[in-house]
Nanobody
Framework: QVQLVESGGGLVQPGGSLRLSCAAS????????MAWFRQAPGKERELVAT???????TYADSVKSRFTISRDNAEKSAYLQMNNLKPGDTAVYYC????????????????WGQGTQVTVSS
């Protein structure tokens, strides 16, 4: 099995910054894409940013130019640097990883972390 553990959430004032981390462990041959999602109270989970194994990143329009996703393949980790945070960014942030368990596992399996709370408030 695979475990994803997020960290780095917390309470921050508008305009502030936070850096989220996601560490993967367990039965991992390799990790394809990694991503960050978020879910605010009463809303559906939404995609925030994704990054391929080769480092190509994509972002939701709402976070472009403010958030930066990165990863360390050797450490099986992903990060989300969040700058100029706004109250609308308040949500539980979830890490997602598409994990291959062997050379013949062509599609991989998606795993989720337990989430970390980010609250932006003065």
């Amino acid at each position: 099995q695979v475990q994803l553990v997020e960290s780095g959430g917390g309470l921050v004032q508008p305009g502030g910054s936070l850096r989220l981390s996601c560490a993967a462990s367990g039965r991992i041959f390799s990790i394809n894409s990694m991503a960050w999602f978020r879910q605010a109270p009463g809303k559906e989970r939404e995609l925030v940013a994704t990054i391929t194994r080769g480092g190509i990143a994509t972002y939701a329009d709402s976070v472009k130019s403010r958030f930066t996703i990165s990863r360390d393949n050797a450490e099986k980790s992903a990060y989300l640097q969040m700058n100029n945070l706004k109250p609308g960014d308040t949500a539980v942030y979830y890490c997602n990883a598409n994990v291959k368990n062997g050379i013949f596992d062509y599609t991989g399996t998606n795993f989720w972390g337990q989430g970390t709370q980010v609250t932006v408030s003065s």
